[in-house]
């Protein structure tokens, strides 16, 4: 990517944060034993790669990853991630929180590493969420938040009223400056001119650095606060200061006509369903892929798509084995393993499972490292199902290796 002069040196002045240490517990045995970020995504990647990616194409090298929760899956994911050519001013930093305090929210996270992000010349800090899947340019964020002036710039999507309440919520006026914000509203306002939607934060913000050290440092010194962006230190910076909303259409990175592709993966049914569109080739995903790659630990993911007609459309990544048997919209990831006469649909199977003879399975989420019984079936009896594995309210099946041990 070419920046212009102006904005590059910004880009050279600002602190990147990637906050990477919840659990993630909607995500069930997905999260067991590693951290939200470091869970297997698409075949060939995991989740934080996405946030990763899209730092370093768009020109931020300086990077800080906040850790909490199994933070070792992590720290030796990213240890021999960084796979761009490498820069004398570049790093990747895994700050995990202290082991007897932990970080006790967003802004509590950012507070407790200040005098690292202050070490260095940075004059802005974007903060991230490591735990979606999207293209961004955020050079084309920060360039907004210069041009406007702004203390604080918060990017938005448009999403379903009735789903707004996983998100924080904002109003906006001219100029898309913020003018109210709530956190996770049980009843979410709707857009004015579209009542039916909402405008619903990223997660994901860029601060003058100054700005935010001084506001993070009132915040800790609040007894009452929970120390979150969301709950505590945004909607109290409405009022006073100058906040402004950044619409990620202007900044997602796709094919022209593409949609805006952005999804938080946060539930085994929205990280099913974020897999299956990895199945189609045209995924805006993959758009750019080659001025925008998404980069993993692996030099280069590779993937194979297979369609038999496009009702058995499948991805299969890198050293798959399969042997007499019909995948059909499904993805496996790196290593699966399939026997023989076994009937897979609908499927997304993560590294180094081995799904055993005879198997039918269909719309399941096979955990990596599993080992699939021969004659396993799954998909057909849902009381069978919720019995033996979690099965969710869109009727995804989970099947991870602790659950196969209790048959």
Excluded at 135 to 146: G, P, Q, S, T, V
């Amino acid at each position: 990517m070419i920046l212009s002069r102006d904005l590059q040196k910004a880009v050279n002045l600002t602190a990147s944060v990637i906050l990477a240490g919840g659990r993630g517990s909607r995500l069930m045995g997905l999260t067991d034993r590693q951290a939200k970020p470091a869970v297997p995504f698409g075949g060939d990647f995991r989740i934080i790669d996405f946030t990763l990616s899209n730092c370093i194409n768009s020109g931020f090298r300086r990077i800080s990853v906040l850790t909490q929760y199994q933070s070792q899956s992590l720290e030796e994911y990213i240890r021999g991630w960084n796979p761009a050519e490498p820069r004398e001013d570049e790093f990747i930093n895994v700050l995990p929180s202290r082991a007897n305090e932990g970080y006790q929210g967003t802004a509590d996270a950012v507070y407790q590493n200040i005098g690292i992000l202050n070490a260095g010349n940075a004059e802005w800090v974007l903060i991230l969420a490591g735990d979606h899947i999207y293209k961004m340019d955020y050079a084309a964020m920060l360039a907004d938040h210069i041009e406007k002036g702004a203390d604080l710039t918060i990017p938005c999507i448009e999403v379903p009223r009735l789903h707004a309440s996983a998100f924080g919520v904002m109003h906006i006026a001219a100029g898309d400056r913020v003018t109210g914000f709530l956190e996770k509203p049980e009843d979410p306002p709707g857009m004015p001119d579209k009542p039916d939607h909402a405008l619903a934060s990223m997660g994901i913000y860029i601060f003058n650095k100054k700005f935010l050290f001084d506001e993070l440092c009132r915040d800790a010194a609040e007894m009452t606060s929970t120390h979150d962006f969301g709950h505590d230190l945004i909607p109290a910076l409405v009022p006073r200061a100058r906040v402004f909303a950044h619409r990620f259409s202007d900044s997602c990175v796709r094919e022209a006509g593409q949609e805006a592709y952005w999804r938080d993966v946060g539930t085994v049914d929205a990280y099913w369903s974020a897999n299956m569109d990895m199945i189609d080739p045209a995924c805006p995903i993959y758009a750019h892929a080659g001025e925008w790659p998404v980069y993993t630990r692996h030099e280069s993911p590779r993937f194979h798509f297979v369609r038999a007609g496009a009702e058995k459309a499948s991805v299969l990544s890198e050293s798959c084995i399969v042997a007499d048997s019909v995948v059909s919209r499904s993805l496996l990831s790196r290593r699966v393993v399939v026997d023989d006469n076994c009937i897979i649909t609908d499927a997304v199977v993560l590294p180094g499972a081995r799904i055993g003879e005879g198997c039918s399975i269909t719309g399941a989420v096979v955990d990596a490292g599993c080992e699939v019984p021969s004659g396993l079936v799954v998909g057909e009896d849902p009381e069978e199902d919720a019995r033996r594995f979690h099965r969710t309210p869109n009727g995804i099946v989970l099947i991870n290796n602790e659950m196969l041990a209790r048959l």
